[in-house]
């Protein structure tokens, strides 16, 4: 299984970019699709993800300005981020979980935002 991240860059402030993942190696659909980062200095945290199939959940900083979304094809996440701020600069991960609860990560896309 292999989780492959793409749409990352450098944007300004208040720029946008879209992240997308496809989880490679999975056949069946997956209703835990999950998006991460890492600051430099910090701990890992949620973005934001789909529930349940399709049901997107956001954290508190990205609800608003970020969109989560399945993409057309099986087992891909997007996530559109809007109003991009420095504070959002971080590599970002894709995170799938299996029915069993197992998860699997991404290498991650890094994302650069100038003030």
């Known amino acids: 299984v292999q989780l492959q991240a793409s749409g990352g860059g450098l944007v300004q402030s208040g720029g946008s970019l879209r992240l997308h993942c496809t989880v490679h190696?999975?056949?069946?659909?997956?209703?835990?699709m999950d998006w991460y980062r890492q600051a430099p200095g910090k701990e890992r945290e949620m973005v934001a993800g789909?529930?349940?199939?399709?049901?997107?959940i956001y954290s508190d900083f990205a609800r608003g300005r970020f969109t989560v979304s399945r993409g057309n094809v099986l087992n891909t996440i997007n996530l559109q981020m809007n109003d991009l701020k420095p504070e959002d600069t971080a590599v970002y991960y894709c995170?799938?979980?299996?029915?069993?609860?197992?998860?699997?990560w991404g290498q991650g896309t890094l994302v650069t935002v100038s003030s």
């Open positions: 190696g999975i056949v069946v659909r997956l209703n835990v």
């Open positions: 789909i529930r349940n199939g399709d049901t997107p």
């Open positions: 995170k799938a979980m299996n029915d069993y609860g197992y998860a699997y």
